[in-house]
């Protein structure tokens, strides 16, 4: 079995390869590992191999491995749905939310957010997919979404998140991309600062970049296959 050192480094190639591909700088694009299910032992093991940045769907197992890294002054995003009954547990262990979908999720870790830490860090989470997808906001509904969250005191709305069909060809992949890319386009020129596209997994990074991904979120590549219990 690959090591985490030596898949990260493929990892970074790959990234590095689309950027160039796509006329992009890589630094434009940044990489956010994806620890769900695996132990702190193996976070440990890549921040020891350079990296700073994880992703956590599940809100019990992420506050487990903040806590029990918390001296290593990682960044920690929540990539997961979040419940309204754990947005305060959410709130007090992340550093960012990718999956908000609903304004009421949105004021809630905006009240509940500490006024002594730094604003929560949040991506809409769009659904790209039409019927072939059931977490996202809907894209027509996404701007009404981006503003009100944009005005709530403890959360900085930084950009947009999609999980396209995960049996998509190339061509409908780009599409699903292209659509992320065009709607923080359009959410830009009404005045939203949005900096972030976070698109592209293990399988499909390389087309989220060349439609514009600032940050892909890759497990499977660098940790290896998940097995769920
Ligand atoms: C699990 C997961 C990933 C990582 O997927 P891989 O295919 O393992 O790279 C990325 N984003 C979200 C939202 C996930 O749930």
């Not at 030596?6 to 990892?11: D, E, F, I, K």
């Not at 487990?64 to 990539?79: D, P, Q, S």
């Not at 999609?162 to 709607?183: K, V, Y």
Request: with cysteine; aromatic share 4%; glycine share 6%.
């Amino acid at each position: 079995m690959a090591s985490i050192i030596t898949n990260l480094r493929v990892v970074r190639a790959r990234i590095a390869a689309a950027a160039r591909a796509a006329g992009r700088d890589p630094a434009s694009v940044s990489l956010l590992a994806v620890s769900k299910t695996w132990p702190a032992s193996q976070v440990h093991a890549a921040f020891e191999a350079g990296q700073r940045a994880f992703g956590e769907n599940y809100v019990q197992e992420g506050t487990e491995k903040v806590a029990a890294l918390a001296e290593l002054g990682l960044v920690w995003h929540f990539i997961g749905p979040v419940q309204s009954n754990k947005t305060r547990l959410v709130a007090d262990a992340f550093d960012w939310v990718h999956s908000i979908d609903r304004l009421k999720i949105a004021e809630r870790l905006s009240a509940q957010r500490d006024a002594a830490r730094p604003p929560l860090q949040v991506c809409l989470q769009v659904n790209v997919s039409g019927e072939a997808s059931k977490s996202g906001v809907a894209p027509d509904e996404a701007p009404a979404l981006a503003h009100a969250v944009a005005a709530l005191p403890r959360l900085c709305l930084r950009g947009l998140m999609c999980i396209p069909e995960p049996d998509g060809d190339q061509g409908t992949l780009r599409r699903r991309f292209a659509l992320l890319r065009q709607l923080r386009e359009r959410l830009v020129s009404e005045g939203l600062a949005l900096d972030t596209l976070s698109m592209g997994m293990s399988h499909d990074l390389e087309a989220a970049i060349a439609e514009g991904a600032t940050l892909v979120r890759v497990g499977t590549a660098i940790f290896g296959e998940r097995q769920y219990p």
